[in-house]
């Protein structure tokens, strides 16, 4: 049974250790810091209780899961027998090459080590380690354990084996990984984000409409076909195919990405205007409550669309 | 009561229809096609079945709903007594500016009229017409009896009150309307819609990713989130508010917008190629299928968003 590893356990952490306990692995976890070890434990408790309620952990309880969770107090303890190591360490270059030359000779050989980073490519950090074929970057969206998506991005040193495993392991434990085929800032899933997010404020920076109609047009607009499809599928149904589509739409897109093409820094009052619109929304004293909110629903539908899609509803 | 007349019934027609209906209002249909017309009410009444299986029409028999919609043979009819006109032609400029022309005088001087047009702003085709104070543009989402996000256009002429009433109406009916200040090209929904189809199609052009993969993104990644919140409230909880995100990744994100600058023209060879993993997907022959399957999940997914969103899951 593959023994898997987190290093470096805040709420990142915590939700990959729900992931891999859900699934029936062993998981040791190491943090330096004890207090944030504590409270990815506590993290896990609390949404594997949530889990349970929404029927969630095929039918496993909540205590059943947790007792798969090891703490241990130091790197080596926590690596020495994994298969797998899902680090999810702070995002500073620093602190992830030092790690990485510290892991080389801890880990197995033949050990799988993954980093949860958002933003660097492994290769900015294994370049110098030992034993670096192992290393590749496995990026979940926040939190996994409600969010099957990983990007799978191996440096150009990762071994193809080490890729296949890891796309292996991600669908075994209930993840939903790409693979991309080469590093690329942003990955995937924040470069779309970040396109998105471009327009969004450009919007409101030139007075076109609110930062709460840009939300509702998203979330009671065109984010109801992308909780089930993604865009080209979209496209695809709004027309005989996307061929189709693009014959019927294409130079009207290419109309606007023309016009979209003015890269901008979100200045200073822009910021202040949308986070005064978010604020009569969401109190800040509001935020954390909200954040559950969010996770709750993001439980509760995506039962419903497992249930649809299983042709159940 | 409000009286509604449908103009030019095509499939975004027949779900207007269903709207309105649902709603209870009286419905008058025109389209100068009767072969049109009978696929508006056909689709309007398999629909309004659908809904009433998910318990989605608030109670009432399709029947009942269906009784409301009266489809009759020429313009005059339709319009001379409505108080709303919501105009569903073709997306061709020199046919909606005749059209405008032939209802200046057919409907009522305190008629709002109301184009459903994805890409003409209302001055393109009112600027010649009597009484275009009248006139603005209301852009759903399709299908609109499922999607309710409206956006609400104004041309420089239209009247703060048809701005006013028309947006009171689509919230009496149960839609969700957005208003811009101004015309602009692509609106709010397409403009977002631009944005993530244009870094979707550089991923795949660049070799980065499948299709497949950009659709695993979004439908198993961001788009769950999406689902009951825009970008702006996800960045929100994603960090402690706006202000706080944007000092974490803002130079991020500008980076990235820097590097999606570069507009391009959708090619053949790319959008074959997209075409082909689509196909592989879906074949040709399934994708009516489909598209019945996308309504459907959409309407159970949306009873199960209203259930959590009111506290019921």
Request: net charge negative.
């Amino acid at each position: 049974m593959t023994k898997i590893a987190l290093v470096g356990c805040g709420l990142v952490g915590g939700s990959w250790a729900l992931v891999f306990a859900r699934a029936g692995f062993d998981v040791t976890l190491y943090d330096p810091s004890p207090a944030s070890l504590d409270a990815a434990l506590d993290f896990a408790r609390s949404s594997s209780s949530t889990l349970a309620e929404l029927d969630l952990l095929n039918g496993q309880s909540p205590s059943e899961v947790i007792s798969r969770l090891k703490p241990v107090r130091n790197l080596a303890e926590a690596v020495h027998h994994a298969d797998y190591i899902q680090e999810s360490a702070p995002e500073r270059l620093a602190i992830k090459q030092a790690l990485y030359k510290e892991l080389a000779p801890l880990a197995k050989m033949d050990a799988v080590i993954a980093s949860s980073t958002s933003a660097l490519p492994a290769s900015s950090f294994t370049a110098e380690m030992e034993g670096r074929e192992r290393c590749l970057v496995v990026h979940p969206i926040n939190p996994p354990h409600l969010i099957p998506l990983v990007e799978i991005i191996p440096a150009p040193w990762t071994a193809p084996t080490v890729v296949e495993r890891t796309d292996a392991l991600m669908k075994q434990v209930g993840q939903v990984p790409i693979r991309l085929n080469r590093e690329i800032a942003g990955f995937v899933a924040n470069r779309l984000q970040s396109a998105i997010l471009s327009e969004a404020f450009r919007l409101v920076e030139d007075g076109i409409c609110s930062a709460n109609d840009v939300d509702t047009a998203v979330a009671d607009g065109l984010g109801l076909r992308w909780f089930f499809m993604g865009p080209f599928e979209t496209m695809d149904l709004n027309a005989q195919g996307v061929a189709d589509y693009c014959a019927k739409f294409g130079s009207t897109y290419y109309g606007l990405a023309k016009e979209q093409a003015d890269p901008r820094e979100w200045s200073g009052p822009l910021i202040a205007t949308v986070e005064k619109q978010r604020r009569e929304k969401t109190p800040a004293g509001n935020l954390d409550a909200r954040k559950a909110w969010r996770d709750r629903c993001l439980a509760v539908l995506l039962k419903a669309k497992s249930d649809v899609l299983r042709g159940n509803a």
